[in-house]
């Protein structure tokens, strides 16, 4: 389970199961690893041993998912049992880092997207293959450095680790020591990965990381995020150059930078490399890769399936699929809140979209956002599940027009007006149906 999809699969159906139980596991068989002369005990069995340090990334899913899962279904009893694995992986992971804090590992943002999906494209990835010393798997990168994407995601390990000491109550010298390791990580990521004469990092996933984590220069945002809407507008002409680490990132950044342009073009190509060119040719499901050892030219010239050397069903990169809930719909948990026991509902208005419905089935109940607009009209039906409240944000020119159920929203029950903020009024909802209508 190194992919980056974990909680994705919340989205699509019960996953504490499956989920619930690999974290369990993460304690039955544990590793003693030594590195730098060190030994670090309770390491993730899943990570390969070996004695070459960079091999640290495979790991770091380790720490992620256990804290994912909390968040996601509540369960504490769990996350008590697996801390000792989670801090055991976490310092061997930040312990094969280098003086500066950064990552030298060789893996990086797996099966990012070629030119093309021909053999002279494919040999790029071979010789990204050569120039890492390592063959095995095939998918280095090409488009991105290694470092950032690890360190990256080594620094929201590093956030995890805070979150959870402090939600167990740990002592606080840990809770400082993950403190200090987050902050060498984010200094040594700027001052290391920062392109200064490009004012950005240099490729879209690097880029989406370091929006997604906050890892700028002081006063550096509006830059990034004009490098990486270039980069996807204009020199990749609406196209990924992200692998199985940066497609979700890329996505996220995008909208939650209101780059609404460049993300809805991105979901919407239909020629390679993109998702809309697998539905074309009648996938039901994401590849391994964009294409390459899976796509071949026909007679035409145009692209087909072809008896593929990689998977035409794999994790790889649905981890997308949680942008169409997320952001589209607008469900998502409160950042201050476990197991969905508070939600966030702020559907993203894509001009280009006039409707959007979503039923996200969460550990409380099954939660709705159904919106339409019809020219300057905004109608939402949503549903809030028992024992729960939301923060709905309701897109309007003027709060006074928003009715709910036909009568005034902020009169109606269940229903208290909190502020305006961006183009919205934000209400507290507490469980219960809502007809939202408003003026654009």
């Known amino acids: 389970m190194g992919y980056p999809l974990h909680m994705v699969m919340a989205y699509n159906f019960d996953a504490y199961p499956f989920l619930g139980?690999?974290?369990?596991?993460?304690?039955?068989?544990?590793?003693?690893?030594?590195?730098?002369?060190?030994?670090?005990?309770?390491?993730?069995?899943?990570?390969?041993?070996?004695?070459?340090?960079?091999?640290?990334?495979?790991?770091?899913?380790?720490?992620?998912?256990?804290?994912?899962?909390?968040?996601?279904?509540?369960?504490?009893?769990?996350?008590?049992?697996?801390?000792?694995?989670?801090?055991?992986?976490?310092?061997?992971?930040?312990?094969?880092?280098?003086?500066?804090?950064?990552?030298?590992?060789?893996?990086?943002?797996?099966?990012?997207a070629l030119p093309g999906y021909e053999e002279k494209y494919i040999q790029l990835r071979k010789e990204a293959a050569k120039r890492t010393g390592k063959t095995g798997g095939g998918g280095q990168s090409v488009n991105s450095d290694p470092g950032p994407t690890i360190t990256a995601r080594l620094y929201q390990a590093a956030q995890y680790m805070i979150a959870t000491a402090r939600t167990l109550n740990k002592p606080e010298a840990e809770i400082r020591e993950?403190?200090?390791?987050?902050?060498?990580?984010?200094?040594?990521?700027?001052?290391?990965?920062?392109?200064?004469?490009?004012?950005?990092?240099?490729?879209?996933?690097?880029?989406?990381?370091?929006?997604?984590?906050?890892?700028?220069?002081?006063?550096?945002?509006?830059?990034?995020v004009a490098s990486v809407v270039k980069d996807v507008m204009v020199t990749r002409q609406g196209h990924f150059s992200t692998g199985e680490f940066g497609t979700d990132r890329l996505l996220e950044a995008l909208t939650l930078n209101n780059q609404d342009e460049a993300a809805y073009t991105l979901m919407t190509r239909e020629d390679f490399p993109s998702f809309g060119l697998m539905m074309a040719l009648g996938s039901t499901t994401t590849w391994e890769t964009w294409g390459e050892a899976i796509l071949s030219k026909s007679e035409s010239g145009k692209p087909e399936l072809v008896a593929a050397t990689r998977p035409v069903s794999h994790a790889q990169f649905v981890a997308a699929d949680g942008w169409f809930l997320k952001s589209i719909a607008g469900i998502r948990q409160d950042d201050r809140s476990v197991g969905?026991?508070?939600?966030?509902?702020?559907?993203?208005?894509?001009?280009?979209?006039d409707w959007a419905k979503a039923d996200f089935h969460s550990v409380r109940g099954v939660i709705t956002s159904d919106w339409k607009r019809q020219g300057e009209r905004f109608s939402w039906r949503v549903v809030v599940p028992p024992n729960t409240t939301a923060t709905a944000f309701v897109p309007t020119k003027d709060a006074r027009t928003i009715s709910e159920s036909g009568q005034p929203a902020v009169q109606a029950q269940g229903v208290k007006f909190l502020r305006t903020e961006s183009g919205a009024a934000v209400f507290e909802l507490q469980s219960g149906g809502y007809e939202f209508q408003s003026e654009l």
């Not at 004012?199 to 945002?221: E, I, M, R």
């Not at 969905?340 to 979209?353: A, D, S």
Request: some cysteine.
């Open 178 to 224: 993950y403190e200090q390791i987050a902050n060498h990580i984010k200094e040594g990521f700027v001052k290391i990965f920062y392109k200064s004469d490009e004012l950005a990092y240099g490729s879209q996933t690097s880029d989406a990381y370091a929006l997604c984590l906050d890892l700028l220069p002081p006063g550096k945002k509006e830059q990034v």
């Open 21 to 112: 139980k690999i974290v369990e596991e993460m304690g039955v068989k544990t590793f003693t690893l030594k590195v730098k002369d060190k030994f670090y005990s309770q390491v993730c069995r899943t990570i390969i041993p070996t004695a070459d340090s960079t091999a640290h990334a495979t790991g770091i899913h380790g720490v992620l998912l256990p804290w994912d899962l909390y968040l996601e279904y509540g369960d504490r009893r769990l996350l008590e049992k697996v801390y000792p694995v989670m801090r055991g992986t976490f310092l061997w992971n930040v312990a094969g880092l280098t003086p500066d804090g950064v990552s030298d590992c060789w893996i990086g943002d797996w099966h990012d």
């Open 340 to 353: 969905f026991k508070n939600i966030i509902l702020r559907p993203h208005q894509f001009r280009q979209l």
